[in-house]
């Protein structure tokens, strides 16, 4: 080999060597200064209030302030781009809801990827779904309501926080899990769509197990909750799932980091989380909003949110929602 040439070999060992040393290096020197959660919505909403109840014990895990960014705006996409845009430093953090896996199928024009863009670090908590009906309906159970649904039409009414929200993708979800149409009726959030259902203006929805249970028992029934498991919160209401198997209705609180954030610096982001949201302090917190802890891998947050972008595109389409301009 010419001297030319093994000096430019040399050269690239060289560097290529010192980028390797560099990530480990960095990693175990992580954090050095405060690290920020973009919320992408608005302060109290789930993803704001499941953030507030990590992070006090999150901060002291790491030595570190966590200084909490609301940005909210046009479904959360707005906050979640900024993360995207972010250095993959470990210092910018999102804490997403489940609208980042429908947006993909319901903006015709987003500036990031969710999946690719992200290094999904894990999945915090889970806040189910009810699926429920006033208190004076004839459906009691969910076969009640499929019986009802089947034969019927596009007659059973359901409301929701508007066309796209996620309370309208899961009715949709159960329309075609059941091959029966249902009639949606969009309202301008959820809170006048269950004062329709408490009245018997109209036959069901899906509604946050926290805002629902507050009238159960009494003026309104639950069918059916949209985990895999009961809730700590409402024991006595069983899954979809366990009549329809892989039904899920719930929205969902994560977290991910721009893609290109160290592997090191992710895993120990997630080893953390997992042991804050085990705390008992923590768990109390939580079950006052209805949400589940999970704490998933990397890996597993990961793999649901690719297939939970390709599972929405399918019912978008099926159901032919408009998109958002």
């Known amino acids: 080999m010419s001297r030319p040439l093994l000096s430019r070999s040399l050269a690239v060992a060289i560097v290529a060597f010192g980028t390797a040393c560099s990530l480990p290096t960095f990693a175990q020197s992580w954090p050095a200064k405060p690290i920020r959660f973009i919320v992408p919505f608005a302060a109290g909403g789930v993803a704001d209030v499941v953030t ?43 804490t997403p809801a489940g609208s980042h896996v429908t947006t993909p199928a319901l903006y015709t024009k987003l500036d990031f990827d969710p999946v690719k863009d992200f290094a999904a670090v894990t999945k915090i908590a889970d806040v189910p779904y009810l699926l429920v009906v006033p208190a004076s309906s004839p459906i009691r159970t969910l076969a009640d309501f499929i019986a009802a649904a089947k034969a019927s039409p596009g007659k059973l009414t359901y409301g929701s926080a508007g066309n796209g929200s996620s309370n309208h993708l899961a009715g949709e979800l159960l329309a075609g899990r059941i091959g029966a149409s249902l009639l949606h009726v969009p309202y301008k959030g959820s809170a006048p769509a269950l004062v329709d259902v408490l009245s018997g203006q109209i036959t069901f929805m899906f509604d946050t197990v926290n805002t629902s249970t507050r009238y159960i028992p009494g003026r309104l029934r639950a069918v059916g909750i949209g985990t895999a498991k009961r809730s700590t919160l409402i024991p006595d209401v069983p899954p979809i799932a366990d009549t329809l198997p892989g039904f899920e209705a719930v929205t969902w609180v994560g977290l991910l980091a721009p893609a290109g954030t160290p592997r090191e610096i992710v895993s120990r982001m997630h080893a953390e989380i997992a042991k804050v949201v085990a705390a008992p302090d923590v768990r109390e917190r939580f079950s006052a909003t209805g949400a589940e802890p999970v704490a998933s891998t990397p890996e597993h947050f990961g793999a649901y949110l690719a297939t939970e972008v390709k599972q929405w595109e399918r019912v978008v389409r099926q159901a032919k929602i408009p998109p958002v301009q």
């Open 52 to 94: 507030r109840a990590v992070t006090p014990r999150l901060s002291e895990a790491l030595g570190q302030p966590i200084i909490i960014d609301n940005r909210g705006g046009a479904g959360g996409t707005l906050g979640t781009a900024i993360g995207a845009k972010a250095a993959p430093d470990g210092y910018t953090f999102v």
